[in-house]
């Protein structure tokens, strides 16, 4: 799964244009979007240039895209990091 952080969602019309235009690029599928939280998560392996303009057309910016368990793992080093949580190998 991977998410892609989009600019310009501003309501839920915004989100069924996007979810609409995301569903229209072969290899995407799976797509999710949150005007809430600015961003659209899909499964597929379709390089960012392509998502990049297909939202372009459509008036909206691909600001990035990452990996969902790249997301999940950097929360968790923060929440061990701000607990000060020492995860280091001498602690087993």
Not at 30 to 59: H, P
Request: with cysteine; charged share 20%; net charge neutral.
């Amino acid at each position: 799964m991977k998410k892609a952080i989009i600019s310009n969602i501003h309501c839920e019309g915004c989100a069924k244009d996007i979810k609409n235009v995301l569903e229209h690029i072969y290899g995407i599928s799976n797509v999710q979007v949150s005007f809430e939280g600015g961003y659209a998560s899909f499964e597929g392996f379709v390089s960012n240039k392509v998502i990049s303009q297909a939202l372009l057309e459509e008036g909206y910016h691909l600001e990035k895209i990452v990996k969902m368990w790249q997301e999940k793992l950097s929360r968790a080093f923060y929440f061990l990091n701000a607990h000060k949580i020492d995860i280091s190998c001498s602690n087993f």
